[in-house]
């Protein structure tokens, strides 16, 4: 298999992944401003901060309000990480490796690229659809992915593509929970009030999780939803059953024993992964939440660099 083709396809499924998170929190917290009362750039700033574009933010705009935030990350193509432009660069990478794909693939992410195009601001779509804009770019992302499911060989394409979904997906749960965190910060009086389980709520609904949360637990509190979305082996958009996961991708795609390794991607995500094992909530809680989240983040970015000077070498 080309490096070129794995690197594309890797890429495709990062990006496809990044677009549909944003929608989600961005719909979650458009519906949550309605709740609020008061200076609502407390809510909108967070999703700026989390994401990591912040600096860039800046540079583009005076205040984070709400219509800015939401032009920055679902329609602003200057920034590389807005919904428009990870399906612009999705659809790039699938189109160079148009012959490894499935003609329904392509058509799929064309579509979406296509439709988003007819749509390049707030303005062109008003804000009492903004909902249903993002709910429809969550759909599409949706079939994108049954398509490749259902029409493409399970092999090492289909490998690298899952690899990149699961590298992406494990990040931004760490994103969404650190979205509570910068909210609270200079709240601390919110917490343990409806407006907190208001929010603890909004970030379950986030992750897609907040109906699983509810089959596993009887009571919404902070600890149950932090171990739930990092701990959990069975939920998919839960840290550990992706670490999980793309551990025994790596794995297959090099050969490499079950209970070994042979490159340093496969050596960081087995060591991360052993460590998710051994784990539990308190030892989260003991270490502080929002520094265990950091740290995550920086494993993550470690595998996806081991990942990269692996097999995607310039």
């Known amino acids: 298999m080309l490096s070129r083709v794995a690197q594309s396809v890797f890429w495709m499924n990062r990006y496809v992944e990044r677009a549909e998170n944003y929608s989600r929190f961005l719909e979650v917290n458009q519906a949550m401003t309605l709740d609020l009362q008061g200076d609502l750039a407390a809510q909108w700033t967070p999703l700026v901060d989390t994401t990591g574009d912040s600096s860039l933010f800046q540079q583009l ?60 601001d707030l303005t062109s779509i008003g804000i009492n659809a903004y909902a249903d804009f993002l709910s429809e770019i969550r759909r599409q992302c949706a079939s994108f992915y049954g398509l490749q499911d259902a029409t493409i060989m399970h092999d090492e394409v289909w490998y690298f593509s899952l690899a990149g ?26 917490i343990g009030s409806p407006l907190d389980l208001l929010q603890w709520i909004a970030l379950l609904k986030s992750a897609g999780a907040h ?8 009571e919404i509190t902070p600890y149950g939803i932090a171990e739930f979305l990092i701990l959990n082996t069975s939920f998919p958009r839960a840290i550990h059953y992706c670490v999980k996961y793309l551990d025994s991708l790596l794995k297959k795609i090099s050969g490499a024993p079950a209970d070994g390794w042979s490159n340093e991607a496969e050596k960081k995500t087995g060591r991360y992964y052993g460590e998710l094992n051994f784990c539990s909530i308190e030892d989260i809680l003991r270490h502080g939440l929002h520094e265990y989240i950091d740290l995550q983040q920086i494993r993550l970015n470690e595998i996806g660099q081991a990942i990269h000077e692996c097999y995607f070498p310039e």
């Open 165 to 190: 979904r699961l590298l992406e997906r494990a990040d931004k749960t760490t994103r969404i929970l650190d979205i509570k965190y910068y909210i609270l910060l200079p709240n601390v009086d919110y």
């Open 61 to 120: 705009y005076d205040t984070a309000e709400q219509a800015s935030v939401i032009e920055f990350l679902t329609f602003n193509r200057q920034n590389p990480n807005s919904i428009i432009s990870c399906i612009n660069q999705a659809r790039e990478n699938a189109r160079q490796i148009r012959d490894n794909i499935s003609l329904e693939m392509w058509q799929s992410i064309n579509h979406l690229y296509l439709w988003l195009k007819d749509k390049p």
């Open 211 to 218: 109906e699983m949360y509810n089959r596993q637990y009887r």
